[in-house]
């Protein structure tokens, strides 16, 4: 009900010319009024000048709070009963109340008072001037309607309380529920209780036959709204507007002309429910509203003969009490998210499909079932139920694509979308508000097209995030991939699958209604991390020759790691020939440019000698599986320079900022970041120039590198490569175990994981990190980024060992998981620093021990420079032996000869046995006590590989397993 009431100030707004003025002059709209931002009734406000009914105050206001007089409201009602003007009287109207007489009311209080609307206070007068309570204007509204005081009880000693229950139950007291009926009613709530009743059924009482004599009934004979203001109150479905239609029941409607709306479905109230509004009405309704059940006020010119298109339509549309729309852009993958999707919302799915109609830049065929769910981000899905029973009746979706407007003729009225072609703008809704080069959004409905400006956002991409919908941030806001096609020539689409190389760099992202990126273009590609290439190449494996890349990289932070390179992201950042015109091409070009091979543009891989890129200054990022891109930084940013020849020898040192490579000439400064070789091979790196040194550090005149970046007429040295002389510089590389479960946070718009750690001090604290996978009680290489968050890596790092020798020297260990035998020795370096770290709270200095849990972290040379005791890992009683009849090679077996194991195990041992022979699957694990057959062969044995697996357990012990290989063939 208060839907179809909120549709009147809207319906209404400029229906009737305003009759005569209560008192004095007033607005002439509700918008004119002085204070109309303090009205709470303001829809009836509206709706009720609109009409006629009333008017404001002489000096411009409403007057909300203000009170009504006796007097004011029956010329209220006068207005009502005359459809917004006022009763023709005469001038010769005289009231029969003494204190009327001369009154500026009186012929309205007259009025009233003869259709038996109000009556006196009993000693013959009538107090107009007094204030009006809520009760009093709710009879003088219910009298208006029909309602008589001898049948209602409204005009008895019982009076108010019939009134109350008689004007709740017509629905008059709608919208006021904090009214005090027995207090004075303020203007503003009068306007709320006139507004209901316009919109009651008038009554006429009849018997049950429909007569007016013996036993009367009140019968409802049309709302006033219809009767007196000659206003229909038509609602239905929308079916089709000027830009597209739908199906509904058996007819298939299309689009309209300009201007006009067909609904069907149509139903009114009141006594014309006999006649069909079925039709096109001369009113524009937005794409929205189609399929949508609406409610419409319409004048029609022969109210016997309705007809909708010579109709005039009153004000604007509402969506009528019966529809239920939920409008989602999200990614809907499954039946259960559409369920999530519609949870709470009053309408859910039917068990089968529902009509769908889908619309996209292109489309051709729109009409189709679906149960909903969608596969990408940006689809705009309305689920529709327009007959209240809540269930979903239809499901639209659109999802625009993005284009730029390439023509814009106007003299052939014709303008072209990119990807799409010519258009005559006649079947383009929107062409007025673009012009030529914008770039818009574009949705086909049947024949036309519907286009907008897009907007955009430009900014850093400070993080990307995984998971089902992958994003990308700027400024705090994500931004994931959106549904809709990309046709455009100029712009680049995104890859759900590499949005990771987004990060760092600025783009401007086109966006669709929903905030999805459907395009980007890039505005400062970020260089990325600097690091120095130690070993370059690309092999070729596998039946079908899978190609692949490998770099070793010597990192700003000192460490050197090894990866996998992502060829087709790489050769993009390196300059790939364009003649390599397919990714296979480009994946080609690359691994021959690692390899050492000259560079063809053609998909076939020839080797080189490898180390092809040895020694160059490369910009990399690590991508989330593992692989990395590298890229030439004047490639990536054509701000940048980069030169890979022989460096001018001379010395290091904080005094000295300037190099030549070859003939290029570079300034350092304190951002430059220094790679430099030891004499011993080892490398390290120095940020800034005045972390250089005092005294000189020789280095060679050897082939190097150095990235650069150019500032007028100086060259700014970004990073450099350098072999030292007879100089060393420490590693940089950092290192810290991590002793528990992080704590999550958001932090500058960040998903934020603190870590509980010990660092390689022996000291304890946290780091934060926008990764959540680092695993508790496990040691790692870590570096710190300038906004203090840390990544870190396994580089030189020795995990879950237990130590099984130890000496002042060296350290033998074997997997935490099994120590049946050494798998690895480290030597110990000199200063090797210990930090028992099984009590967090507790750190302390020690020794190695056998049975000790270790991580290791290693030096340059390999070598254990620190150590994290996690604790002492309880040993087996003893190792066991086991005694084979057979030796590893079974070269004389005969058919159904046997292998055979014997032992002897601890009190509290258990000792299971399966074998594997070739291909077959392993036997089930079986006991043995001491010993017994754990293999037999056969004739078809000749030549099979056997492989018998025991496995020792013992209570409150790591399990110790056991392999052993046998070669059998049979005679």
């Avoid at 303001?42 to 000096?59: F, H, P, Q, R, W």
């Avoid at 013996?214 to 206003?231: D, P, S």
């Avoid at 056997?946 to 397993?961: A, F, H, L, P, Q």
Wanted: aromatic residues 8%.
């Amino acid at each position: 009900m208060r839907n179809l009431k909120r549709a009147l100030s809207l319906a209404l707004a400029s229906i009737m010319v305003l009759g005569l003025m209560v008192v004095g002059a007033s607005a002439a709209s509700f918008n004119d009024f002085t204070d109309k931002d303090e009205i709470k009734n303001s829809e009836a406000v509206n709706t009720m000048v609109s009409l006629g009914v009333i008017s404001g105050k002489s000096d411009g206001s409403y007057d909300p709070t203000g009170s009504l007089t006796r007097a004011e409201a029956c010329t209220l009602i006068a207005r009502m009963l005359g459809g917004g003007k006022d009763p023709i009287l005469g001038s010769n109207i005289k009231s029969n109340f003494k204190d009327t007489q001369g009154h500026w009311a009186e012929n309205y209080i007259a009025y009233c008072a003869n259709l038996g609307i109000i009556a006196g206070v009993g000693d013959g007068n009538f107090k107009p001037d007094d204030t009006l309570t809520g009760s009093a204007a709710a009879k003088m509204v219910l009298c208006a309607l029909g309602y008589k005081p001898e049948f209602e009880g409204i005009g008895g000693a019982n009076w108010e309380l019939a009134t109350n229950t008689l004007a709740t139950k017509i629905h008059l007291y709608d919208g006021l529920e904090t009214l005090n009926p027995s207090a004075t009613i303020s203007r503003d709530d009068v306007a709320q209780l006139i507004y209901n009743g316009v919109q009651a059924q008038e009554v006429e009482y009849r018997n049950l036959q429909g007569d007016y004599s013996g036993t009367l009934y009140a019968t409802e004979n049309g709302t006033m709204l219809a009767n007196r203001f000659g206003v229909v109150k038509v609602e239905g479905v929308v079916a089709a507007n000027e830009v597209f239609g739908i199906s509904y029941g058996d007819k298939n409607y299309t689009a309209t002309q300009t201007g006009k709306t067909q609904l069907t479905n149509t139903n009114t109230y009141g006594t014309n429910g006999q006649y069909n509004y079925d039709g096109v009405y001369p009113i524009s309704m937005s794409n929205d509203l189609v399929g949508q059940r609406v409610v419409i006020y319409v004048k029609f010119q022969n109210a016997l003969s309705p007809n909708a298109s010579s109709s005039t339509v009153l004000g604007s549309p509402i969506v009528s009490d019966k529809t239920t729309v939920v409008e989602t852009y999200s990614k809907m993958v499954k039946t259960d998210d559409v369920k999530d999707a519609l949870k709470g919302t009053g309408i859910s799915m039917p068990s089968g499909n529902v009509t769908t109609y889908t619309y996209t830049e292109s489309t051709s065929d729109a009409k189709g079932t679906s149960n909903g769910t969608t596969q990408s981000a940006g689809v705009h899905t309305r689920f529709i139920d327009n007959n209240g029973d809540g269930t979903v009746d239809l499901i639209i979706r659109d999802t625009a694509g993005l284009s730029k407007v390439s023509v814009y003729n106007e003299k052939d009225e014709k303008l072209t979308l990119s990807g799409i072609g010519s258009v005559d703008f006649e079947d383009v809704v929107g062409y007025k508000d673009v012009v030529k080069g914008d770039y818009v959004l574009v949705t086909k409905y049947d024949s036309t097209y519907v286009v907008s400006k897009v907007n955009t956002v430009e900014g850093k991409v400070t993080a990307y995030n995984s998971g089902s919908t992958p994003s990308v941030t700027i400024d705090g806001t994500k931004y994931a991939v959106g549904a809709g096609a990309n046709k455009t020539t100029d712009l680049t689409t995104p890859n759900t699958q590499k949005l990771n190389e987004m990060v760092n760099n600025t783009y401007r992202l086109y966006l669709d209604a929903a905030g999805n990126m459907l395009a980007y273009d890039t505005i400062d590609e970020a260089i990325g991390n600097y690091a120095v290439v130690l070993a370059s190449g690309a092999t070729t494996t596998g039946a079908l020759k899978d190609l692949s890349g490998q770099v070793k990289l010597l990192l700003a932070d000192g460490t050197k790691a090894t990866y996998n390179v992502n060829l087709l992201a790489s050769a993009k950042k390196w300059g790939v020939s364009s003649d390599a015109d397919t990714d296979a091409k480009k994946e080609a070009w690359m691994a021959e440019t690692l390899d050492g091979a000259s560079a063809n543009n053609d998909a076939t891989f020839t080797p080189g000698s490898g180390d092809g890129i040895v020694n160059t200054i490369v910009s990399y990022t690590v991508n989330d599986d593992g692989t990395v891109t590298i890229g030439l930084p004047n490639k990536v940013n054509s701000n940048y320079n980069t030169t890979t020849s022989t460096v001018t020898a001379g010395n290091l040192n904080r005094n000295t900022s300037t190099y030549t490579f070859g003939n290029v000439k570079v300034v350092a400064d304190d951002s430059t970041i220094f790679f430099l070789q030891n004499k011993d091979g080892s490398y390290a790196i120095v940020t800034g120039l005045s972390n250089l040194s005092t005294s000189d550090k020789a280095f060679k005149a050897a082939n190097s590198s150095a990235v650069y970046y150019v500032d007028g007429a100086a060259n700014v040295a970004k990073a450099m490569y350098l072999e030292l002389n007879n100089a060393t510089y420490s590693s940089a590389a950092k290192y810290l175990y991590i002793t528990g479960n992080y704590s999550y946070s958001v932090e500058n718009s960040k998903d934020t994981y603190t870590y509980p750690v010990v660092f390689e001090d022996g000291t304890t604290g946290t780091v934060k990190s926008t990764v959540s996978t680092y695993a508790k009680n496990t040691a790692y290489e870590y570096t710190t980024d300038s906004n203090g968050y840390v990544e870190c890596t396994s580089n030189n790092v020795v995990s879950d060992k237990v130590v099984t020798y130890v000496s002042t020297s060296s350290v033998a260990y074997g997997d935490i998981t099994n120590d049946a035998a050494n798998t690895g020795s480290k030597a110990l370096a000199n200063g090797v620093a210990v930090w028992n770290v099984e009590d967090s709270k507790s750190v302390y200095d020690t020794n190695m021990a056998v049975n000790d849990k270790v991580e290791l972290v290693l030096d340059e040379n390999g070598a254990v420079k620190l150590a994290f005791v996690e604790g002492t890992q309880t040993a087996m009683t003893a190792p066991i032996k086991f005694t084979f009849n057979k030796e590893a090679t079974w070269a004389d077996a005969n058919n159904n000869d046997t292998l055979t194991v014997t032992f002897t195990k601890g009190a509290n041992q258990t000792v299971k046995f399966s074998t594997k022979a070739g291909d077959a699957a392993a036997t089930e694990a079986a006991e043995l006590t001491s010993g017994g057959t754990v293999f037999t062969a056969a004739t078809g044995d000749s030549a099979k590989a056997v492989k018998v697996t025991i496995t020792v357990s013992e209570d409150g012990m790591t399990s110790r397993v056991y392999e052993y290989n046998f070669t059998v063939t049979v005679v």
